[in-house]
Structure formats: C-alpha cells, structure tokens
C-alpha cells in the first residue's frame, strides 16, 4: 500500500471510530488532526534522511574527483621524468576513482529521485491533511452548534415546568394578596365610621355574655337550693334564717 493509500485508510479508520465511539467528537477529532501532523513530521524526517544520504555521497564523489585530478597529475608528472611504471600506478588508481565516481553517481540519482518523489508525496499529504484540518474545524462548529441548540431545547423543557409551577404559586399569591387587600379596606372603612373598636370589642362581648348566663345560672341554682332547705324548715317548725350579709 502506497504512503497516500495508508494515509487515506488511516482518515477513513479514524472517522468511522469517530461515529462508533461515545467520546467528545471535538477532541477526537484533533486527537486525529494532531495523529496525521506526526505521520506529516515522520514523512518530513523521511525525506530529511534521503537528502543526508544523498549529500553524503556527494561530497564522498567530490572527494574522489579530487583524487581523480590527483592521480592524472601524478601520472602527467610521471612521464615527464621518464618514470611510466609510477605513471602507470597513478592511472591505475585513477581508474578505480573513476569506476568508483560512476557507481556513486548512479547511486545520487536514484537517491535524487526518491527525494524528488517524497518531497511530491510530502506535498500531496500536507495538502490532505489541511483539507482534513478544515473538515474537522467545520465539523467541529456544526456539533457544537447541534450540542448548544440540544442543551437550548433541554432548558426549554425544563423551563415550561417550571415556568407552570411558577404561575400557579404565582396564583395563590395573587389570591392572597386580594384577600389582605380586601381586609385592609374593610378595616379602613369601619375605621372612618367608627365601627372598628366594637368589632374588634365583639369577642370580649360574647365572653361577657356567656359569664352573664354563666353566674345566672349559678344564682338560681343557688335560690333553688335555699328554697329547698327553707321549705323544709318551716315544715319541721325550725325558725327562719336571717340572711346574712
């Protein structure tokens, strides 16, 4: 599987965990913006890695061109006096240096290649994972709208209730209220025409009435038994009493 198809299948993966998991989607979903900037860094270190080993080579090719011109000069220097055998050694090294140049450039070109490759598909994946950075910003924004206007209609739920028991205490306050109000004005109409005092006065009235009956009752129960002792003194020839005082 290709970088960009294990990237692809990665975003997939992650969005279907999204929508089978209970979790907050907003963190989820930059748990996975954040997942996808590694995987961007490790391409990044990857490319990094390609271009040090292509370098590498480079100046190792460098240094045995260098050693190329050495060896050609050493050999010119050779058979100026007269000495083709260490000529000879010197184009023989010379050849090895160059043998050696030509598979190091082969090897700088497939590695150039490879960079120039990562560096397209770093691009590619940069481009993806900023597209995918707005998705989930936009996703974001409409969950936490759905969220907001769920908890709106919830307090609205919750509102009606209490809005219903709200007016109902609201009534028995009002009742209330226009029942002292009414006394209130009762009492201020007795007090301008001087009725107040004796209606306020009524209750020791009554008491007064019921010691009335109360002591009445007491007297004639009291004559009603003096009576009876007299009667049955004069019958018995005792002389009468004299009330005291």
């Known amino acids: 599987m290709s970088l960009l198809g294990r990237l692809a299948y990665t975003i997939r993966a992650k969005l279907n965990a999204l929508l089978n998991r209970a979790s907050d989607p907003s963190a989820e979903l930059d748990y996975s913006y954040e997942e996808l900037r590694d995987e961007l860094q490790n391409v990044t270190r990857g490319v990094a890695d390609v271009t040090t080993q292509k370098k590498r080579l480079e100046i190792h090719r460098r240094r045995l061109r260098e050693n190329v011109e050495k060896y050609d000069g050493q050999a010119r220097e050779a058979m100026r006096a007269d000495r083709e055998d260490l000529a000879r050694k010197a184009l023989a090294k010379k050849q090895t240096h160059v043998g050696q140049i030509a598979d190091l450039s082969d090897q700088i070109d497939e590695l150039q290649a490879t960079q120039d490759r990562l560096v397209g598909k770093r691009a590619e994946l940069a481009s993806r994972i900023e597209q995918f950075r707005t998705e989930k910003e936009t996703m974001k924004a409409r969950y936490e709208a759905a969220e907001a206007s769920a908890r709106v209609a919830e307090a609205f739920t919750g509102v009606g209730d209490e809005m219903a028991d709200v007016s109902r205490a609201i009534e028995r306050v009002s009742e209330r209220t ?38 009445e009752r007491a007297v004639e129960y009291e004559l009603e038994r003096l009576r009876g002792e007299l009667g049955e003194g004069a019958e018995a020839g005792e002389p009468e009493l004299e009330p005291t005082a």
């Open 178 to 215: 226009e029942r002292m109000e009414a006394r209130a004005a009762a009492l201020e109409e007795l007090e301008e025409s001087g009725q107040l005092e004796s209606v306020l006065d009524e209750g020791d009235d009554v008491e007064r009435e019921l010691d009335r009956l109360s002591n």
